[in-house]
């Protein structure tokens, strides 16, 4: 039924829907007049889901109950069609505190890869800030396009086709710097040409040896403030008997560097 409420909450053509069965059966699908989903515990007509409300509770044809949920910003992570490794949500969300961007800032992510972390950046500096997305690999920016369009943020990014630390960045006075790269010491330098002074680099990596050698370039190089991170995250069963945490998951994914441009003074 619907009520107040659900103004402005209804499912129209176009938009994402979560549909969830169950844990291991969730689909990131587009609303459309004509759309069916076929799964092991049946078949939906989701064509029936126009007009209703987000939270709208169907039938599969077998009698199994499926319900069209809103997805967060980590379902639109998770569900990109990866060319590439992607950042996680843990990762990403402390990030984004971490750094001083909101809507309307200018940054930069390097590389695209598949543009989980493009997409998570527009949706933040949106609706007038820019996200420009540097990236060697040609394919890969087509297959981020497509992921990011899908989350409906593309009018936020700009893709740049080029290996960063041979030829730099084309911006400046830029917000925040990203860099999700094997090699990211190669690119601090060209990073604080393009960063705003007093601003923040970030830098994934999976590796110590990574992470050591990118620290040493940003501590002989105007950056200040260099501090590494490596976010924890367990999820709990709750259940009738034995709750505790889960013992499968996502164990390591990268540790987080960030450091702070510095601008000294001629003579000081
Ligand atoms: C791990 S992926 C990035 C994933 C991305 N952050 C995401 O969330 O989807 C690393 C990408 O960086 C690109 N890359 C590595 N070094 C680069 C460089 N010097 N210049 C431009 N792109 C680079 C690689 O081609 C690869 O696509």
Excluded at 68 to 87: E, G, N
Excluded at 114 to 123: D, P
Excluded at 174 to 181: H, N, R
Aim: aromatic share 8%; charged share 25%.
């Amino acid at each position: 039924m619907m009520t107040p409420m659900d103004q402005g909450n209804v499912i129209t053509p176009g938009d994402l829907i979560l549909v969830y069965l169950d844990v291991k059966r969730q689909y990131l699908v587009e609303a459309a007049e004509k759309l069916n989903l076929s799964s092991d515990l049946g078949n939906m007509d989701l064509g029936e889901v126009i007009g209703r409300p987000f939270g709208y509770v169907g039938e599969t044809h077998l009698g199994k109950k499926y319900y069209c949920l809103k997805p967060s910003t980590a379902d639109l992570m998770f569900k990109v069609k990866r060319r590439t490794t992607i950042v996680y949500p843990k990762d990403v969300g402390y990030v984004l505190v971490e750094t001083a961007i909101g809507p309307g800032s200018r940054v930069i992510d390097v590389g695209t890869g598949s543009g989980a972390l493009a997409m998570v950046l527009a949706k933040f500096v949106a609706p007038d800030g820019m996200v420009f997305s540097y990236e060697r690999r040609e394919e890969f920016i087509e297959n981020a396009k497509c992921n990011i369009e899908r989350a409906g943020c593309l009018q936020n990014v700009k893709f740049h086709c080029r290996d960063v630390a041979i030829e730099g960045f084309t911006e400046q006075a830029i917000d925040a710097v990203f860099l999700d790269v094997a090699e990211p010491w190669a690119v601090v330098l060209k990073a604080a040409d393009a960063l705003k002074g007093g601003h923040y680099l970030v830098s994934w990596s999976p590796n110590v040896e990574q992470v050591k050698r990118t620290v040493e370039v940003l501590r002989e190089n105007q950056f200040i403030r260099v501090r590494v991170s490596e976010i924890l995250e367990r999820e709990i069963l709750v259940r009738q008997q034995g709750v505790r945490p889960k013992e499968r998951g996502i164990t390591h994914t990268a540790y987080l560097v960030r450091a702070q441009k510095i601008v000294p003074q001629s003579g000081k």
